[in-house]
């Protein structure tokens, strides 16, 4: 965007033909998504194709699934009651086994894996192995990713023998670890049969990807090697949305389209569902077709290019910057696309709309002001809002009111620039917030930790074509170290130049640390950007800014790559950047963009800094805490 002028969304029809930036990013955004989407479930013959035998172990019926549906990476931790399981991985053409350091990071890695291509998996061992794995899966499930727990359990013959086996409770009771995994998953199977498993995996597998929520399947182990026809591979799964309600769809549309002729401040608010849900190419078109400024929540972060003439910027309630708070508050109609209204991502409950035209898109419902359109599904509405019929009958309408003529003006974006003079001042989270667009490029995957990090990011303006990675629902502290590695692996098979960039508080690298030498194992590239300011910042903020509780001890960072490295030498770069001067020596350094090593920059920060808005929003939670909140 142009640095030099404001914003006026005052352009006609659905594209202007004087704006260079109106469509040049949507190309590849598409093709990423084809990468993305191209199942091997749509091969005609899949057992022919592959040359698979004639038949197949019920193992391998689960890995070549999941291949099917582009998942090519397994995460997880071996133990005895899924061992003959993982020899089936490496049976399927195609897939590896990742490996792990726990089983924690595992989910971890299969929910950032899943954040770039819809589904991972992660393989895990009965009782402890799945238990450690839990706090992952719950995210997942908050968060609206989709993934598969699988659990290699003992054999049937064990359990109905009540048999007090290793890594039970010692009372004979195998159900009892898969019940605590009822409440965080969309499902929980556990196969009992040759017969009736196939049938049970694929429902599993279709649940998963189309709420994108977790899944949960228990395989004992004397199934695993039982054999069926390998041609049972050639049923295509149904991955399609079931469709909507016909009349309700167009009872809605119509509504939509009432409401548009009576607005004159009419704005979209995209949050998080409308990337977990596959919608952020539709919300583009609908965006680029309507020209209404375009919002995003902290959640929806990424699901906009921010390059994109109607990127407005990003909405936080009371939090926001005041021109973005005055347009949304202002709106006289909104048209919001995926939410979800957690304490973080609305400024602590502080959205404030003046308006009742509220227009809703979920997963599987819609509203408009207090009507609720059940199972009326938004991916299939906005494909029909921008069909060529409907697309033409908006453009009629907002040309008929004139909407073009009446300008909103959005603040132009002022580019970061670094001054020339040698500037020694120590680095803070305002300057490093506010300037670090100059350190990332187009289509960076940008992974940001809970606290100073999913906080400051949002300073950040993003090149055209970045994804945006974090855990504000969740907000379980370390996840960010396996969703780097989940995301790194899952890049590189479908567009290996892209980059990940990883920014993580040193509070939170502690607790899941181990999961770098798996990147290096598997010689991934990120860049870890390590926020040193020696403790829990945002636990300093909400209570006890001085007790010994919220420091951690500090490492020596610098080392961590090394040490990790082991007896192979592979290539790594660590730096240190404590100051201004530092900061633009990084951001100068042609080499350092070059995404050919696994690197570890240290940023030293001042232990009581933090991002403007992070004091605030910690500020509103102890007082929660506490019972004192308004």
């Given at each position: 965007?142009s640095?030099d002028?404001?914003?006026n969304?005052?352009?006609?029809?659905?594209k202007n033909?004087n704006?260079?930036n109106?469509?040049?990013?949507?190309?590849?955004n598409?093709?990423?998504?084809q990468?993305?989407?191209?199942?091997?479930y749509?091969?005609h013959?899949?057992?022919t194709?592959f040359?698979l035998?004639?038949?197949?172990?019920?193992g391998?019926y689960i890995?070549?699934?999941?291949?099917q549906?582009?998942?090519?990476?397994?995460?997880g931790?071996?133990?005895d009651?899924n061992?003959?399981l993982?020899d089936?991985?490496?049976?399927?053409?195609?897939?590896?086994?990742?490996?792990?350091?726990?089983?924690l990071?595992?989910?971890y890695?299969?929910?950032?894996?899943?954040r770039?291509?819809?589904?991972?998996c992660?393989v895990?061992?009965?009782?402890?192995g799945e238990?450690s794995?839990i706090n992952?899966?719950?995210?997942a499930y908050?968060?609206h990713v989709?993934?598969?727990?699988?659990?290699?359990?003992p054999s049937?013959?064990?359990q109905?023998?009540?048999?007090l086996?290793?890594?039970?409770?010692g009372?004979?009771?195998f159900?009892v670890f898969?019940k605590?995994?009822?409440?965080?998953?969309?499902?929980?199977?556990?196969?009992?049969?040759l017969n009736?498993?196939?049938?049970?995996?694929?429902?599993a597998?279709r649940e998963?990807?189309?709420s994108q929520r977790?899944?949960?399947?228990a395989?004992p182990t004397?199934?695993v090697?039982?054999t069926?026809p390998?041609?049972?591979?050639?049923?295509?799964?149904?991955?399609?949305?079931?469709?909507?309600?016909t009349?309700?769809e167009?009872?809605?549309?119509?509504?939509?389209?009432?409401?548009v002729k009576k607005?004159e401040?009419p704005?979209?608010?995209?949050?998080?569902?409308?990337?977990r849900?596959?919608?952020v190419?539709?919300t583009?078109?609908?965006?680029d077709l309507?020209?209404f400024?375009?919002f995003?929540t902290p959640m929806g972060k990424g699901?906009?290019?921010e390059?994109?003439?109607?990127f407005?910027?990003v909405?936080v309630?009371?939090?926001s910057?005041d021109?973005?708070?005055?347009?949304?508050?202002?709106?006289?109609?909104?048209f919001?696309?995926?939410s979800?209204l957690?304490?973080?991502?609305?400024?602590?409950?502080?959205?404030s709309?003046?308006?009742?035209?509220?227009v809703e898109?979920?997963?599987?419902?819609c509203?408009?002001?207090?009507?609720?359109?059940?199972?009326?599904?938004?991916?299939h509405v906005?494909?029909?809002?921008?069909t060529?019929?409907n697309?033409?009958?908006?453009?009629?309408?907002l040309?008929?009111?004139d909407y073009?003529s009446?300008?909103?003006t959005?603040?132009?974006y002022?580019?970061?620039?670094?001054?020339?003079?040698?500037?020694?001042?120590?680095?803070?989270?305002?300057?490093?917030?506010d300037?670090l667009?100059?350190?990332?490029?187009?289509?960076?995957?940008?992974?940001?930790?809970?606290g100073?990090?999913?906080?400051g990011?949002?300073?950040?303006?993003?090149?055209s074509?970045c994804?945006?990675i974090?855990q504000?629902?969740?907000g379980s502290?370390?996840?960010?170290v396996?969703?780097?590695l989940?995301?790194?692996m899952?890049i590189?098979?479908?567009e290996?130049?892209r980059r990940?960039l990883l920014?993580?508080?040193?509070g939170?690298?502690?607790?899941?640390?181990?999961e770098?030498s798996?990147?290096?194992?598997w010689?991934l590239n990120?860049?870890?950007f390590v926020?040193?300011n020696?403790?829990y910042?945002i636990?300093?903020?909400?209570?006890?800014?001085?007790?010994?509780?919220n420091d951690?001890?500090?490492w020596?960072?610098l080392?961590i790559l090394k040490?990790?490295?082991?007896?192979?030498e592979?290539?790594?770069e660590?730096?240190?950047?404590?100051?201004?001067e530092?900061?633009k020596?990084?951001?100068?350094d042609?080499d350092?963009?070059?995404?050919d090593?696994?690197?570890?920059?240290?940023?030293i920060l001042?232990k009581?800094?933090?991002?403007?808005n992070l004091?605030?929003?910690?500020t509103?939670?102890?007082?929660?805490?506490s019972?004192?909140?308004?």
């Open positions: 965007m640095s002028s404001p914003v969304f005052n352009s006609q029809g659905s033909e704006d260079p109106d469509n040049k990013n949507n190309v590849n598409e093709s990423f998504d990468l993305i989407n191209n199942h091997a749509n091969i013959d899949y057992a194709e040359k035998p004639e038949k197949i172990t019920l391998r890995f070549e699934r999941l291949k549906l582009n998942v090519t990476t397994i995460f931790v071996p133990g009651f061992l003959t993982l089936k991985v490496n049976e399927v053409k195609g897939l590896r086994w990742a490996g792990n350091a726990n089983e990071n595992a989910s890695a299969a929910d950032g894996y899943s770039i291509k819809r589904m991972g992660l895990t061992t009965f009782g402890v238990l794995a992952g899966v719950a995210g908050a968060e989709g993934l598969v727990h699988i659990v290699g359990v049937l013959r064990s109905s023998n009540h048999l086996l290793h890594h039970s409770l009372n004979g009771d159900h898969e605590m995994s009822k409440d965080i998953t969309k499902s929980t199977i556990v196969l009992h049969d009736h498993s196939p049938g049970a995996i694929d429902e597998f998963a990807f189309l977790p899944v949960y399947i395989i004397d199934l090697d039982l069926l390998s041609t049972y591979l050639n049923k295509k799964l149904d991955l399609s949305l079931p469709l909507n309600d009349e309700a167009a009872e809605f549309i119509n509504n939509v389209f009432n409401l607005c401040n704005i979209i608010l995209v949050d998080a569902c409308c990337s849900h596959s919608c190419s539709l583009r078109q609908f965006s309507t020209k400024p375009t995003v699901s906009v290019d390059t994109n003439p109607r407005s910027g909405y309630g009371k939090y910057p021109y973005v708070k005055n347009i949304v508050e202002s709106a006289d109609l909104i919001s696309i995926g979800l957690s304490d973080f991502n609305t400024g602590a409950f502080t959205y709309y003046k308006t009742k035209n509220l898109f979920h997963s599987d419902y509203k408009i002001k207090h009507a609720f359109y059940t199972n009326l599904r938004m991916e906005l494909k029909r809002l921008v060529k019929e697309s033409s009958k908006m453009l009629e309408i040309k008929e009111k073009y009446k300008n909103t959005i603040p132009p002022i580019t970061p620039k670094l001054d020339t003079k040698k500037n020694d001042k120590e680095l803070t989270h305002s300057f490093l917030w300037h667009s100059l350190i990332l490029r187009e289509k960076d995957i940008i992974i940001t930790e809970t100073t990090s999913s906080f990011i949002l300073q950040t303006r993003f090149p074509q994804i945006g974090s504000i629902l969740y502290i370390g996840y960010t396996g969703a780097c989940g995301a790194s899952a590189e098979e479908v290996p130049e990940v920014f993580i508080g040193d939170s690298l502690q607790l899941t640390v181990q770098i798996t990147m290096i194992k010689n990120p860049y870890l926020l040193n020696r403790g910042t636990e300093r903020l909400i209570h006890g800014k001085t007790e010994k509780y951690v001890e500090n020596d960072y080392s040490t990790f490295n082991g007896n192979v592979k290539k790594y660590t730096k240190r950047i404590a100051t201004v530092d900061f020596e990084l951001a100068k042609k350092f963009a070059k995404n090593k696994i690197r570890l920059i240290e940023v001042d009581d800094d933090a991002p403007t004091v605030h929003q910690a509103e939670t102890a007082a929660t805490n019972g004192t909140s308004k």
